[in-house]
């Protein structure tokens, strides 16, 4: 490696230290930080699809939008972890168009997803199932259930660079 090399690979670890350092201290009090993101876990109540939504709105935030396998199994980690008799929902839901599931934070079409086997199902026959779970009876995998079941809920949020606590 010659010297302007090593340099350059010095700047971007330190830069990267720098970024990394800032995103953990940036959550605010009850939030757990993760990545890019700080997320709330409510298991203090269990609610509708609906008034989880309008629970996360009312702190700035959204129900959680799951990027990847890695914000997954941080998910299902921290879930069991809490609460591990119940299911929680995530911002993911057919709502609009049977089918096609979106995240309601940007109303983006799923790109990775952590369905159970058999799922989405639409609830068979009755076709009354349009909002997802992270599924405490199936290993954590994700079902749609019927949005006006009751269950836990996590938000997320965005960590913001600009504030270094
Ligand atoms: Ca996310
Ligand atoms: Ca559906
Ligand atoms: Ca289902």
Same mark, same amino acid.
């Given at each position: ?45 269990? *609610? ?8 996360? %709105?009312?702190? +700035?935030?959204?129900?959680?939008? &799951? @990027? /990847? ?15 591990? *008799? ?8 057919? %709502?609009?168009? +049977?089918?096609?599931?979106?995240? &309601? @934070? /940007? ?36 079902? /749609? ?21």
């Amino acid at each position: 490696m010659g010297l302007r090399k090593v340099f350059y690979f010095q700047c971007f670890a330190v830069a990267t230290l720098y970024i990394y350092g800032a995103l953990s201290v940036q959550c605010p009090d009850g939030w757990v930080p993760n990545g890019a993101s700080c997320y709330k876990f409510h298991n203090e109540e269990a *609610i509708t699809f609906i008034e989880a939504q309008e629970s996360c %709105n009312r702190d +700035e935030s959204y129900l959680v939008h &799951v @990027d /990847d396998d890695v914000e997954n199994t941080f998910l299902v980690n921290t879930v069991q972890t809490l609460m591990p *008799i119940n299911s929680w929902w995530i911002g993911l839901t057919d %709502n609009d168009t +049977e089918g096609v599931f979106q995240w &309601v @934070d /940007d109303m983006a079409n799923i790109t990775y997803q952590h369905f159970n086997a058999h799922q989405p199902d639409d609830h068979a026959s009755r076709h009354d199932e349009d909002c997802v779970i992270i599924w405490h009876a199936q290993h954590w995998g994700w079902n /749609d259930a019927n949005c006006k079941l009751h269950f836990h809920y996590v938000c997320e949020i965005n960590a913001d660079p600009d504030i270094i606590g």
